[in-house]
């Protein structure tokens, strides 16, 4: 058995001389949930689609399963569940008319879950997809695609534009299968608020390039931010890399960092060990976390965890 069903290894597509994705490695332990971050742009789209097989990279490899995603068998296929961006569906079809659709593909095809997931979003089997709103297609999609029981699941921001109501249920589902499955779970997303709350571990791109590919407390541990108070002139500050983000007030200054991963925790980065200035540490969400490092436009880089297949 695979312990990383999900990896990529220098990972490359170029369009028209344009790197979208350029020389990414990453590797998702088996039975965990890890999300895709970057803004727009950042190329996660096109390393799901690299992943999947649906496009061929210009250098590198990705594998699923163990089998390189531009071979993938019919039987390694029919182990891997794919939600898209949108939710594509047949408008014309009845909600049972996907489900049945969809079962006939799938010898494993699980009714249990498929109802558990259908009852949940309130689903009404004799209505017309065309009919559903945006969330309760979403809840029809994940239902047919968590009942063929796959063994890695693939989500490309599959809550976007859902109510939260229809997110938590999405969350939900995604978090439980895991657990109960030792499904293997690959997402992207823009919500940040909610990948502290599913998510094992990131991978964060940004223009193309992996920033970090680590737990998401190793990624709290190491972007910290301390509040600098201050009388007349606010202090000087290192011009350092490791500085990501500056905030200045009337009297107070916010400094978030990225600490060294050898720092010990509580421990002061060296760039605020400020003569005359009390520094002190300020609690930091993973969201406000994320947005310093994805809005900083240096080249400070996680020591990124990586388990190769």
């Given at each position: 058995?695979?312990?990383?069903?999900?990896?990529?290894?220098?990972?490359?597509?170029?369009?028209?001389?344009?790197?979208?994705?350029?020389?990414?490695?990453?590797?998702?332990?088996?039975?965990?949930?890890?999300?895709?971050?970057?803004?727009?742009?950042?190329?996660?789209?096109?390393?799901?689609?690299?992943?999947?097989?649906?496009?061929?990279?210009?250098?590198?490899?990705?594998?699923?399963?163990?089998?390189?995603?531009?071979?993938?068998?019919?039987?390694?296929?029919?182990?891997?569940?794919?939600?898209?961006?949108?939710?594509?569906?047949?408008?014309?079809?009845?909600?049972?008319?996907?489900?049945?659709?969809?079962?006939?593909?799938?010898?494993?095809?699980?009714?249990?879950?498929?109802?558990?997931?259908?009852?949940?979003?309130?689903?009404?089997?004799?209505?017309?997809?065309?009919?559903?709103?945006?969330?309760?297609?979403?809840?029809?999609?994940?239902?047919?695609?968590?009942?063929?029981?796959?063994?890695?699941?693939?989500?490309?921001?599959?809550?976007?534009?859902?109510?939260?109501?229809?997110?938590?249920?999405?969350?939900?589902?995604?978090?439980?299968?895991?657990?109960?499955?030792?499904?293997?779970?690959?997402?992207?997303?823009?919500?940040?608020?909610?990948?502290?709350?599913?998510?094992?571990?990131?991978?964060?791109?940004?223009?193309?390039?992996?920033?970090?590919?680590?737990?998401?407390?190793?990624?709290?541990?190491?972007?910290?931010?301390?509040?600098?108070?201050?009388?007349?002139?606010?202090?000087?500050?290192?011009?350092?890399?490791?500085i990501i983000a500056k905030k200045?007030?009337?009297?107070?200054?916010?400094?978030?960092?990225?600490?060294?991963?050898?720092?010990?925790?509580?421990?002061?980065?060296?760039?605020?060990?400020?003569?005359?200035?009390?520094?002190?540490?300020?609690?930091?969400?993973?969201?406000d976390a994320a947005i310093a490092?994805?809005?900083?436009?240096?080249?400070?880089?996680?020591?990124?965890?990586?388990?190769?297949?």
């Open positions: 058995m695979n312990d990383t069903p999900i990896s990529a290894h220098g990972l490359t597509r170029a369009f028209y001389g344009h790197l979208a994705v350029s020389n990414v490695s990453f590797a998702v332990p088996r039975g965990q949930v890890f999300a895709l971050l970057g803004r727009n742009g950042a190329g996660k789209t096109t390393t799901l689609r690299m992943l999947l097989g649906l496009l061929e990279p210009t250098a590198g490899e990705a594998r699923l399963l163990g089998q390189t995603s531009r071979d993938l068998s019919p039987e390694t296929r029919a182990r891997i569940g794919f939600m898209a961006e949108g939710c594509a569906l047949y408008d014309w079809m009845r909600v049972k008319e996907c489900i049945a659709f969809q079962r006939a593909f799938y010898p494993r095809f699980d009714d249990e879950t498929c109802r558990a997931v259908v009852d949940a979003f309130r689903l009404n089997e004799r209505q017309r997809v065309g009919e559903l709103s945006h969330g309760q297609r979403a809840g029809l999609n994940l239902a047919v695609v968590l009942a063929t029981e796959p063994e890695v699941l693939i989500l490309d921001d599959p809550a976007m534009g859902l109510d939260p109501v229809a997110r938590r249920l999405l969350l939900e589902a995604m978090v439980h299968f895991s657990q109960r499955d030792h499904t293997t779970i690959l997402y992207s997303t823009h919500l940040l608020a909610d990948v502290e709350r599913v998510a094992d571990g990131i991978i964060l791109l940004e223009r193309g390039a992996l920033r970090a590919c680590c737990t998401v407390d190793t990624f709290r541990q190491r972007v910290r931010r301390y509040a600098i108070p201050f009388e007349g002139e606010p202090p000087s500050l290192p011009d350092e890399a490791t200045r007030f009337e009297q107070e200054m916010l400094v978030t960092v990225v600490t060294p991963a050898a720092t010990p925790e509580g421990e002061l980065p060296s760039v605020l060990a400020l003569p005359d200035h009390e520094v002190e540490p300020l609690p930091i969400s993973f969201e490092y994805l809005g900083h436009r240096g080249e400070v880089r996680f020591v990124v965890e990586r388990n190769d297949a």
